[in-house]
């Protein structure tokens, strides 16, 4: 069996039930529906954009449903019929979360045969899901930039984890060693289909589908079972650190030091602030982009004007398409980081950082935007 295929059958395992609720209105009523499916990383983003675009005097419902990066890659990869029938393993099914004007988070129910996705939201490239380039008439599109942490309870008196101590904690286990984190039942991980496992998975050298510990299914799992663990010195787990921004108050991050470093680095400069500073200059190094994966048309555009919208609207290419928001700022408020941000950059998954010189630069409306 294939990579792709095995892939596949585990999208199919995790699919959410199909059976709807009566109070459900269907997603495809709603009005003016862009359908995205994938990383649960990107949550806080696709929150803030949907709030935005429900309040609209003509509105835009964001349709979304995240189970993992890979997930939104296949649906859209394994899409060989976008305009039809649902091909095996691709679409998605059950139900989805849409946002209305105030931000309030609200369910809907997708096609019981399928509904097709107009872009698949992954924090990796298409070839780390796939194992494979993306196939003719499918694009990977780079975003912003999202970091990934590994977090502990507020409880804890951890403070930084080195890479070759995580090498051991999810690698190993039980039997790694690697004190306090040796009792696997307080590992709180995702699963080779999630962006984030997969990008920590390149920084500590541990593949995504052989990591120890408890899969929580999604951020909000790992989040939650971290949050309320009553062995705290004993528990770890990774979330995109977007999501930890907003957990505070139950989670304490942890500084990381990668694999040649002589340190360990927050995300941020200082345990407290919000500055992305060590993301930005490469200090930080377990971090990734929000990839689009959409299928195109000869001319290499988004297929769709539902696609070519979103896309249009996360690049920044209000040439083409108005945007109701300037992205930049949507992307600094969901604790993302703008491109324009960035004074590194990489081309592979966990790839080496070479410097990168944006056209504009917006580094200091990002600082002055966050707070020191």
Not at 286 to 292: D, I, K, N, R, V
Not at 357 to 367: I, K, L
Request: charged fraction near 15%; include cysteine.
């Amino acid at each position: 069996m294939t990579k792709l295929s095995m892939l596949a059958a585990a999208v199919a395992a995790l699919a959410i039930p199909t059976s709807a609720h009566a109070a459900n209105p269907a997603c495809s009523s709603l009005p003016d529906p862009i359908v995205v499916a994938g990383s649960s990383a990107v949550g806080p983003f696709i929150a803030s954009m949907g709030k935005t675009l429900s309040g609209q005097a003509t509105p835009t419902t964001l349709i979304y449903q995240k189970q993992g990066s890979c997930t939104g890659v296949n649906a859209v990869v394994l899409d060989t019929t976008p305009t039809g029938a649902c091909a095996s393993g691709a679409c998605i099914r059950g139900t989805a979360t849409y946002y209305d004007s105030t931000g309030t988070a609200l369910q809907c129910d997708l096609d019981a045969n399928g509904t097709h996705v107009d872009v698949g939201l992954s924090d990796v490239w298409v070839d780390t899901c796939t194992g494979q380039l993306p196939p003719s008439g499918v694009k990977d599109i780079s975003g912003p930039v999202e970091a990934m942490a590994f977090v502990v309870p507020k409880a804890s008196q951890q403070i930084a984890i080195l890479a070759e101590e995580a090498y051991f904690v999810f690698g190993y286990g039980m039997t790694g060693q690697a004190k306090p984190w040796v009792n696997e039942m307080q590992l709180f991980v995702r699963n080779a289909l999630s962006g984030t496992q997969q990008i920590m998975a390149h920084t500590v050298s541990v593949p995504a589908g052989r990591w120890k510990g408890i899969d929580k299914g999604n951020a909000d799992g790992v989040i939650s079972a971290v949050g309320t663990s009553t062995a705290p010195e004993a528990t770890i787990g990774i979330v995109g650190a977007a999501d930890y921004d907003q957990h505070r108050d139950t989670l304490t991050e942890l500084a990381f030091q990668s694999f040649h470093q002589k340190g360990a680095y927050y995300p941020d400069s200082t345990a407290t602030s919000f500055d992305k500073k060590n993301v930005r200059d490469g200090h930080y190094t377990a971090f990734g982009y929000l990839h689009m994966v959409t299928h195109v048309n000869g001319t290499g555009d988004p297929a769709t004007s539902a696609s070519l919208r979103f896309v249009d609207w996360i690049t920044g290419n209000t040439t083409r398409t108005a945007a109701p928001f300037d992205i930049t700022d949507v992307t600094i408020k969901a604790h993302l980081i703008p491109t324009c941000a960035m004074k590194v950059q990489r081309n592979s998954e966990g790839g080496a950082l070479s410097p990168f010189h944006p056209a504009t630069d917006c580094s200091t409306h990002f600082e002055q935007t966050v707070g020191q």
